[in-house]
């Protein structure tokens, strides 16, 4: 791990929120987890959402405060509160989780300043979760036409979504990620029929909505890197770690991913972008929760322990 480069500005913009479990709240959100490993890594990211004028709100903040993650885009609703998910875990331990509608990150505001910030950062991180609601999903769309890049973290999540909002906002992003579940439910509602592959959907995607660059997840089997100018496709393997839990994985290889793509200019190649990102999601994958504490040293030591290459496992399509 590198020094790196902390001139680097990004917005993340959605959802932060409480997740009550059997054994107590936890912070969350695919978002604020994105910007918290930015922050890490040296970007300058700030989080944009909106919490409630009550005891979550406020404990959420000082949380945040604690964890490096700006807040001076926090904004604060007197009406509606601080987002929290109930989750339940039944005797066959079957997780459901009810994200309450509405709370506070349903109506964000796209305020001037925040504008500003939007266009003179490198890049404006999004997902379709936050845009359930029609003011966030609103704002969005002003913020979307001021960023210079803009990447779409997909988060389907039932029953909050569906393919025309989904399909907006696509056709703004520069580069997506999603999981394969995720593509496989886009790409039909695209028209692709079942016996598609997935670089097939992949392509349908990019193609539709004139997407550049997109990364789809494969839990344990790693992930695969689209580029469509360059025709390239870049299978990465995950790490063979023991996981504590995957909370979060995903989230801190788009932060890891992004940083080192936007230090590209300084002559880092795309193999160190992705074994850079893929070392950081298994750091995270055998750690507990989406924000473990770490520094550059404890990351260039578990990249050591765990090397990403066996006997040739890289595999590049081109």
Not at 141 to 157: G, H, I, P, Q
Request: net charge negative.
């Amino acid at each position: 791990m590198k020094n790196l480069n902390k001139s680097i500005q990004g917005v993340c913009f959605g959802e932060v929120l409480w997740d009550n479990l059997p054994t107590g709240k936890k912070l969350g959100g695919a978002p604020l987890n994105v910007a918290y490993h930015l922050n890490k890594l040296g970007v300058v990211a700030q989080m944009l959402t909106r919490i409630g004028r009550d005891e979550n709100g406020y404990e959420l903040l000082t949380v945040c405060e604690q964890l490096g993650i700006p807040t001076a885009f926090f904004q604060y609703d007197d009406s509606l509160p601080t987002s929290t998910v109930e989750v339940t875990i039944d005797a066959d331990r079957n997780v459901q989780y009810d994200i309450v509608y509405p709370v506070a990150w349903d109506r964000i505001t796209a305020e001037p300043a925040v504008l500003e910030a939007v266009s003179k950062a490198d890049f404006l991180v999004y997902g379709s979760l936050a845009c359930r609601d029609d003011v966030s999903f609103q704002s969005l769309l002003t913020l979307l036409k001021e960023a210079s890049f803009r990447v779409m973290d997909v988060n389907l999540r039932a029953p909050f979504f569906g393919p025309h909002r989904v399909h907006e906002l696509l056709r703004y992003a520069d580069l997506v990620k999603m999981n394969a579940e995720e593509l496989h439910i886009i790409a039909e509602w695209s028209g692709a029929p079942s016996t598609y592959t997935d670089q097939q959907r992949v392509d349908l995607l990019l193609d539709c909505f004139s997407i550049q660059e997109a990364i789809v997840t494969y839990g344990a089997a790693g992930a695969v890197y689209h580029h469509k100018k360059a025709n390239i496709s870049y299978h990465f393997p995950a790490l063979k770690v023991q996981v504590e839990d995957t909370i979060g994985s995903g989230d801190s290889f788009l932060a890891a991913f992004l940083t080192k793509r936007f230090q590209m200019a300084e002559g880092v190649a795309l193999e160190e972008v992705l074994e850079f990102a893929a070392t950081l999601s298994g750091f995270v994958t055998q750690s507990s929760g989406a924000c473990p504490a770490y520094n550059a040293a404890d990351i260039n030591r578990f990249h050591w322990l765990n090397p990403i290459f066996r006997d040739s496992e890289r595999k590049m399509k081109q």
